[in-house]
C-alpha cells in the first residue's frame, strides 16, 4: 500500500487529521496579525510643521488642539517663506512635525518622522519585510526537507514570538526593519510546514478542504486585527498585543505530530508506522500491517522543471502566484489610503475573505483550470474598473 491509500484506510481525514488541524489553524491567526499590522504601526497621521514657538518638543510629537488636521493639508513645509531672487521659496520643516493623535497615539512614522523626505524608508521597510517571505520560503523550506516539518514549524513559532515581541522595543528604525526582517521569514517558515504538514496527513479526497481550512483561520485573523488595533492605538503597544500570543503555543512541543509521509521518504519506516497506529487509533479504524507499507519517493525541487509539461506548469504556477501576491497585498496593504475609517475597512477586508473562501470549495471541484482562469480575470477587471473611480470620490461617501 502507498501512503494515500494508508490514509483512506485510516478514515482519510479523520479526528487524529481534525486535533491536527485545529494546531494547525491556531498560528494561521497569528500570521495574519503580523502580516497586516504595518497598516497601523506604519500609518501616516494627518501632520504639519511644527513652528519654533511650539510647546512641544522632542522627537514624538504630540496633537496639538489648536490645529485644523486633515488629510488635505499635511505640509513638508513651513509657513515661513524666503526671499529667492525675484520670487520667494517654502521652508523645509527645520522643527520637526506636529502629528495628529485623531486616530492613532503613535506609529512608527510619528516616533521616527518618516515623513515627506522620509517617506520613502516607510516603504523601503515594507520591501524589505516582505523580502523576508522570500529568504524565509528558501531557508525554512530546504531545512524542513532536511530535518522535518514538525522541527521548522516549531522553530518559526519560537523565532516568530520572540522577534515579534523584541520589535516592540526597537530602540530605532534600522534595528525596527531588522527584526521585522526577521519576523518575515519567520512568516514563511511557518505558512509553508503548517500547511504541508496539514496536506501530507489528508487523503487526496479531503485535500482541497484541508487546504482551504487554515485561509478560514487567516481570515479571521485578518477580521480580529481591526479589533485589537482598534483598542491599542500606541505601535509598540500593539505590537507587543501581536507577538506575545505567540508564548501561549509553547505546548506544541508535546502534540505536535512529525509528517508520517517525510518519515517514510527518509528511511524513519518504523516511526512512521507507529504515527500511522496512532491515527488509526483515534478514528477507531484497522491498525496498519508493517508488511503493507513501504517507503516514499524522496523528490526534490529539480524535479518542478525536470521535463517539458512539468517545467510548464511550474512556470505558469510561479507567474499565477507573483501576480496573485503582488495584488492581493498591494490592495491589503494600501487600505489606509481609502479614505474610509480604516478599521472598518479592515474589518471588512478580513470579512470578504469567507464567503470568497467558501465559494471555491463550491467550484473549485468542477474543474481547477477554468476556476483559476475565471477568478484571474475577474479580479483583473475589478482592478481595471478601479480606474474609473473618480479621484477623491471615497474621501466624500
Known amino acids: 500500500m502507498n501512503f494515500d491509500q494508508i490514509l483512506s484506510a485510516i478514515g482519510g481525514f479523520g479526528r487524529y487529521q481534525k486535533i491536527l488541524y485545529i494546531w494547525i489553524c491556531l498560528p494561521q491567526v497569528l500570521l495574519a496579525f503580523h502580516m497586516l499590522v504595518s497598516i497601523f504601526t506604519g500609518a501616516t497621521p494627518p501632520h504639519q510643521c511644527r513652528e519654533g514657538s511650539s510647546p512641544a518638543a522632542g522627537n514624538q510629537s504630540l496633537y496639538s488642539a489648536t490645529l485644523n488636521f486633515s488629510l488635505s493639508n499635511s505640509s513638508c513645509f513651513s509657513q515661513d517663506v524666503v526671499l529667492l531672487g525675484n520670487g520667494t521659496q517654502r521652508v523645509p520643516c527645520g522643527d520637526g512635525w506636529v502629528y495628529s493623535r485623531e486616530t492613532f497615539e503613535s506609529t512608527i512614522v510619528t516616533e521616527w518622522d518618516l515623513v515627506c523626505s522620509k517617506a520613502v524608508f516607510n516603504n523601503i521597510g515594507s520591501s524589505i519585510y516582505m523580502f523576508g517571505l522570500l529568504v524565509g520560503s528558501v531557508v525554512f523550506g530546504a531545512m524542513a526537507d532536511r530535518y522535518g516539518r514538525r522541527f521548522v514549524l516549531l522553530l518559526s513559532l519560537a523565532l516568530q514570538t520572540v522577534f515579534g515581541v523584541t520589535v516592540a522595543f526597537a530602540p530605532n528604525f534600522p534595528v525596527y526593519v531588522i527584526l521585522r526582517f526577521v519576523v518575515g521569514t519567520t512568516i514563511s517558515g511557518v505558512i509553508i510546514n503548517a500547511f504541508v504538514l496539514g496536506t501530507e496527513w489528508t487523503c487526496t479526497k479531503r485535500r482541497m478542504l484541508a487546504g482551504i481550512i487554515t485561509d478560514y483561520a487567516y481570515g479571521l485573523g485578518y477580521m480580529l486585527l481591526a479589533g485589537v488595533a482598534y483598542l491599542i492605538r500606541d505601535w509598540r503597544k500593539l505590537q507587543l498585543a501581536i507577538s506575545a500570543p505567540g508564548f501561549l503555543l509553547s505546548f506544541y512541543i508535546w502534540v505536535l ?34 508488511s503493507e507499507v513501504y517507503c516514499s519517493l524522496s523528490h526534490s525541487a529539480v524535479d518542478l522543471v525536470r521535463t517539458p509539461q512539468m517545467r510548464k ?17 498591494g490592495l491589503s496593504l494600501g487600505v489606509s489610503r481609502l479614505g474610509t475609517d480604516l478599521y472598518l475597512t479592515q474589518f471588512v477586508f478580513g470579512l470578504v475573505e469567507i464567503p470568497a473562501r467558501s465559494l471555491v470549495l463550491v467550484v473549485l471541484p468542477f474543474s481547477r483550470r477554468l476556476t483559476q482562469s475565471g477568478f ?21 461617501c
Open 376 to 396: 484571474l480575470a475577474i479580479g483583473g477587471l475589478a482592478c481595471l474598473l478601479m480606474l474609473a473611480v473618480p479621484a477623491g470620490k471615497m474621501e466624500t
Open 313 to 329: 506548469r511550474s512556470l505558469i504556477l510561479f507567474y499565477v502566484w507573483f501576480v496573485n501576491v503582488l495584488v492581493y497585498y
Open 257 to 290: 505530530p512529525h509528517s508520517a509521509r517525510w518519515l517514510l521518504a527518509n528511511n524513519r519506516r518504523e516511526e512512521a508506522i507507529a504515527l500511522l497506529r496512532k491515527a488509526a487509533l483515534l478514528t477507531c479504524t484497522p491498525g496498519v500491517d508493517d
